[in-house]
């Protein structure tokens, strides 16, 4: 069971960092078996979480790297991410779960210096809001394990 937690975390960890990813499919699957669907909430929450705290980081200190091919978000993204941040503040962050721009956002949370706490709160409330979306639907529609 530890490595299905495990896994989990690394890959919601990921999937909001460096590597395209679908950390969803993962919490799909892991439903699937025996876990409890909370404690897979919170490891994905977790996960996610921490891997977009990583992208606040790397934007506050490492923005000049941008066109570096390990860099976390293309320009584009960064781009589209800075007008949502300009036009709707912090409060964007709630979004920071999205498929596109999303980890933009946190990368400009970074180089905007918003604060690590309100940051958390913010990108914590958006992700884990999903996650128990995911969890609902897929209960709903007889996706877990029995």
Known sequence: MLTLYGGLFLTAFLAATILPGYSEVALLAALKTTAH????????????TLGSVLNWWLG?????????????????????AQRWFQRYGVWS????????????????????????????????TGKAARYAALILLAEAGGWTAP
Do not use: C, M, Y
Not at 37 to 48: E, F, I, M, Q
Not at 64 to 75: G, I, T
């Open 37 to 48: 669907p909370l404690v897979l909430w919170l490891v994905a929450s977790a996960g996610n």
């Open 60 to 80: 506050g200190r490492l923005l000049h790297f941008q066109d570096s091919a390990w860099f976390p978000v293309r320009a584009r993204e960064l781009e589209r």
């Open 93 to 124: 962050l709630l979004l920071a779960w999205a498929p596109i721009g999303g980890d933009g956002l946190t990368v400009v949370a970074g180089i905007l210096k918003v604060r690590l706490l309100p940051f958390v709160a913010l990108v914590a």
